[in-house]
Antibody
């Protein structure tokens, strides 16, 4: 059964850098896109973007472009999202999820499975 | 940008039918997916591509879609169905993923 396991909770200060991880197992890591989502009480669940591990092709949501960077390590089947300078507004739960392509192609995609989530808390 | 609108909450008694809606312009032309999120847990897909039921999901869960509204129907609601339900599309115009704000299902 495909599984994504994320790294543990982080507590940081504004201005610090951070990288969180998402390790895959039991499926072909190189050929399935991985998405990142952010969840907050105020804005709900937001799509941050997506990365293709095979060639690191990356698409960012306009809201997150320039704010985060996605990467992968194919040797360890792990995806990452990193920040160079955190802000208090980055406080959230972050999820990774595998993209599943529907019968009609790209625009019928959904996400399954999801990682368990990583809580990131940033103090001012 | 494409917006998906969900009612904040729905309440039903055990054994009754819950209908959770997701509104969006011409949503009937898009592929809609539904997730269940229990408190403190990650979302889990329950219905994909408007009507497909995900593996391990009871037949009580079904999806439908028409012009401007997609609906997740849960029949014979049980206490264990209490959760947030979120809809999702991959917007064909912007090539971005959009989530609804979520509906909290309360089982009375």
């Amino acid at each position: 059964e495909a599984q994504l396991v994320q790294s543990g909770a982080e507590v940081k200060k504004a201005g610090e850098s951070l990288r969180i991880s998402c390790k895959s197992s039991a499926y072909s890591f190189n050929t399935d896109w991985i998405a990142w989502m952010r969840q907050t009480p105020g804005k709900g669940l937001e799509w941050m973007g997506i990365i293709y591990p095979g060639d690191s092709d990356t698409r960012y949501s306009p809201s997150f472009k320039g704010q985060v960077t996605f990467s992968v390590d194919k040797s360890t089947k792990t995806a990452y999202v990193q920040w160079t300078s955190l802000q208090a507004s980055d406080t959230a739960i972050y999820y990774c999820a595998r993209r599943i392509v529907g019968s009609s192609g790209w625009f019928t995609s959904w996400f399954d499975p999801w990682g368990q989530g990583t809580l990131v808390t940033v103090s001012p | 940008s494409f917006v998906l609108t969900q009612s904040p909450s729905v309440s039903v008694a055990p054994g009754q039918t819950a209908k959770i809606t997701c509104g969006g312009r011409d949503i009937g032309r898009q592929s809609v997916h539904w997730y269940q999120q229990r408190p403190g847990q990650a979302p889990v897909v329950v219905v994909f591509d408007n009507t497909g039921r995900a593996s391990g999901i009871p037949e009580r869960f079904s999806g439908s879609s028409s012009e401007n509204t997609a609906t997740l129907t849960i029949s014979s609601v049980e206490a264990g169905d209490e959760a947030d339900y979120l809809c999702q599309v991959w917007d064909t115009n912007s090539d971005h993923v959009v989530f609804g704000g979520g509906t909290r299902l309360t089982v009375l």
